[in-house]
């Protein structure tokens, strides 16, 4: 989120003093990648704000490829809400929902309750799905997870955490298993959940490789994806807050100023013990 | 809806006592059509019941392919409730949600708030359309309309309806136009207020042909869509009705005996009147 | 099909020197028609070369949104055979067999074996139909047709078109009819031999409206679709041009200089003795 | 492949003396999985026949579920070779082909060349890639795929095919990479050549667990999918075959009668000596 300073040379969709979303994922709008809507492939952009040049925790900010990964924002918005579609939400829907083809009255289990999980949770509700399971080792997000909307609640630390999907689905498991830990235990229980047909989709960012269990899955027909965030869905996002169809809002739970930001790390990193979610940097 | 007194030879799927959803299309589960999910054009059944044979108005009826065409209830369902998933609620959904492809953020216009109109109205609250505008000439429908989730109404009586729409929508006109009247002058107005882009998705039983407008709709990019209800997410809807997604009750407003029936068609008549929508006759 | 001079400011893709194909419809790649692949709707582009501003039969010619609407040719290719590929191709392609879901076995009829119609029985071959019947009133390109790949033909003279189809299809119409034409009465055929749960693909640029049976085809499961070329298969085809699946240069039946461009017009004009389909002019 | 002699109570589509495709997979038309296309998972079917009760090598067969498991053969048919379509046609066309998405101008690599690669690579056909690049151990099957419509052949002995495939797509890797092996050094291999946004389709029964290397994969935006084959295209592959658009006789390389089968199940075990592909036994 921030306010147009000043424009590149070739920038037309926008002008100083225009209000936008700053996506995570820079596209060039040009290339291979970009023209099939995979915009975390684009050949000179991607996901490179924060990662491969400076990110935006700053009081100025240089936006590649301007004009197709900026968004505008209508008068009157919720600017702090709006925040959470440039990442987390469009992560949470195309890596999760829209890869796990969340549909109406399908079951839906969400393997990590962290905010990641939880915007495939609330977004996923865009989908009228019948059942939706959160499963994590946390209490306290857990308890979060139905106030967000999930319909049953599973912690983990049990062990027999698939045998309570089963048991939540007719012995059959889920239509869709979301993976929002990153950790080859997560997605290994992702695979014992899964229904005949099922879809694992994967938003979680895995340091090492996990076992796929082909001697049992080869004949399930089921599928697996993976995917870093296109956000090729912002426009949609945008819409469904505009109309009151979600409350990104809901996601964040401190605010600090810029020069708060050791403190903000800080309260972050131990979520845990402070129930963090998103927070907020105001210049 | 109805409980099972006797079956026929063959029929493996239910038994004397089982209470079950008699959908208004047969679907035999083996010729082409129906292993194509056509079930609307089974070569031995289709829309047969009430329409080439005896319909469910009786004490007793006897289902042709009873297997595939009944759906077993769940103990503890309001059975009442479930009698609009036999034909409204997946008509509605099937050839005006589903065919009209309504997505998250969409716009959504429906042009008829009768209980057709209505029950698409309902399910396409399935997919969280950033608006779903609702247009008929009579307020009382409207009004009820908005009740059942619709965001705008329109009283086409005006003769203005399609300015009215294209200003709701910043001038583009809507993705997703259904058409819930089946005449020339309501499939003529979807075709004023699609954007490019967009599907007009038909429900209405048509008595006579309709102008399209091909000189200005050529290069516009839409699809229209005909369909007679398959009834194949006949279990998709059940599932949302169990889990509370959908309140099919809401579309009942009157409950009559068989031996009241006469009465029954007489306030059904006069809906403007009565403000009937759907009306229970129980034996 | 052109040459690089020299490129505006902001241009990256292309240098002097490039050979290049012209797309006919130019894309800002910007817009949020562009980023939903609707070229066609580009707010800035679309169908204006030749149309809105100067077209392409010069010697020089300025190409807007040259990023994203000029698509570089490899080096050693049939540059003339590629010229097809700025329109005909991508439009038989993309509003014919694509939005007409021509597959694997699938029987096809295309009425009207211009050129235009001729692209579409080319690019439908990409999906090995079953049957791909051409209907025409010309024998001649009729006799073209059997040539480019039609397994069966009829000349619709006769009056018994629809009747024919029926006969070749058991009586059930095909799954895909491409209208390729742009009058009432061939789009009135289509709705004439399309099967139960068929697609009406219109590529034909009417100029009038036409009738549309809804009195038969409202419980028809059929789908209507128009569309202005996009141009987003463009890519695609260049590869499969690279990779002889298909060879344009069938199309070209004559070769002018520029200096000749009377003549060529008057050839193509009288295209029912002369034979023409698609006429090269080279500078 | 076989003649009916008598037929079962209940059974409507057959009558005895008529000629018929027994697929490998038996589907009761009724169960949720049937009604949903999933065959393979049918809840009193599936991959029964030769697996859970008897197979069809032998003079006379039962076959469970008749009406929703044989498939009616046009007179005048090669019935030798329509054998091809009971399993092996339909297990690499739906596995391999379908669930790989396999596109016009997009490139394929087949990992494993035996008779199943060879049925998915006749099948990617329908399609028209612009390479099939067939990768093996054994010289003799890459001659065969180069005689069967492979653009490439890559022997992966010298352990350097997934350069040799990026050689040959640019560096990219392919858009689809369907494994026909089942064991996990080719499942490895195809994680190595897929292309962001393609897709991994599994054919291989595998008999053990696989590396997933998500921490590559997790940002590469593709697609694992498995399957057992529900057969549900069989009557699609029947229309290609009828029209000439394959011929599957070319998988046969044997003939035996049925007292030979010990000597055709020997040539068939030696398959890299005696160059066996299918072998078909005749009563």
Known sequence: MGIIDS????????????????????????????????????????????????????????????DTSLYPIPANSDEEALVMLSDILPTGFECGVLNGKVAPGSTVAIVGAGPIGLAALL?????SPAKL?????????LTAAKIFGASQTINSASGTAAAEVKA???????????????????FVLCQDIIAPGGIIANIGVHGSKADLHLEKLWSHNISITTRLVDTVTTPMLLKTVQSNRINPAQLITHRFCLD????????????????ALKVIIAA
Chains 1, 2, 3, 4 share one sequence.
């Open 7 to 66: 424009i590149g040379a070739g920038v037309t969709n926008f002008k100083p003093g225009d209000h936008v979303l700053i996506s995570c994922i820079s596209s060039c709008g040009k290339c291979e990648y970009c023209r099939r809507g995979l915009y975390s492939h684009c050949t000179t952009g991607g996901w490179i704000l924060g990662n491969e040049i400076d990110g935006t925790q700053a009081e100025y900010v240089r936006t590649p490829h301007a």
């Open 123 to 127: 977004t996923a509700q865009f989908y």
């Open 133 to 141: 399971i959160m499963i994590d080792l946390d209490d306290k997000r």
């Open 168 to 186: 939540l689905t007719d012995g059959k498991g889920v239509d869709t298993a979301i993976e929002a830990v990153g950790v080859p235990a997560t």
């Open 260 to 275: 708060q930001i050791i403190e903000a790390y800080d309260i972050f990193s131990r979520a845990a013990d402070t129930g």
